[in-house]
């Protein structure tokens, strides 16, 4: 099969479809050129990230497209069931990308409760001129130790997120309204590890009762946020907000509003509304923990990804 992946893939990815037979071009075709390149090439598997988009024109306009894969877990970029309708087998990667998105959470996580997405701004400036200013304006930090850690979206993801909060001894508590209990193994090494069951509590509650709350729903089919402004209201004064899901499920004008009034003490974002230019305010703000969309950014994760994609293919192909 000839195979475009027009937002990449993994080296791993590319060697093993090309050892099974297929083609597999990397060149990146602008979204405005690529129903004239599908046709033209005779492309039958088109595959990408977030940047490319499959909408319902390249369908109709693409008889040749027999696959539709993201490498990734969203695929709101996509329309899934209407490619499905027209006989197209569209699949993702799911699985591929938990560890590397709950890894960058606590990365933020870590960041937020010691000030170092602040800090690291202000040293190289202030730094040798206000250094005992800084030391005492960033020696207020706490542990994420003992804290109440919300998690909204029990999916694999969430479930890993999970894992990370378990294993540094937060108290964690989840809602999805698909999910009745997840079993959650913590890894010790050396160990046979631990397995935590963990019930999906109430929205109202997970909100309410968190010290710090991540996200990881998708992006909702009607586009209203998942977090607005009643919801704000309803925090622990000071709570601490992470998303690494989608940009959307926030919604920003509320945020902004929440950190302004102290309400919330430190957003961590990964995604925005408006991606790829996010509001100024936000890139600007002081209380704000940024990173440009990079969750599944990890070798390890993209080795997965082409993995999976390549299996997928291979197997249906």
Known sequence: MKILANDGIAASGKTKLEAAGHQVITQTVPQ??????????????VLVRSATQIRKDIIDACPCIKMIGRGGVGMDNIDVEYGRSKGIKVFNTPGASSQSVAELVFAHLFGAVRGLYDSNRQMPIKGTTEFGVLKKKYGKGMELRGKTLGVIGMGRIGQSVMQY?????MKVIAHDPYVDTVNIHVEVAGTPGL?????????????????????HVPKQKDGSAVIGAKEFEKMKKGVIIANAARGGVIDEDALINALNSSQVSVVCLDVYNNEPTPDHRLLSHPSISLTPHV???????QDRIGTELADFIIANA
């Open 295 to 301: 969750g599944a950014a990890t070798e390890e994760a």
């Open 195 to 215: 397995d935590v069951a963990i019930k999906s509590e109430s929205f109202d509650k997970v909100i309410t009762e968190s010290d710090i709350l991540t996200l």
């Open 165 to 169: 909060g378990l294993g540094l001894g």
């Open 32 to 45: 405005d050129q690529l129903i004239e390149a599908i046709n033209k090439e005779n492309y039958e598997v």
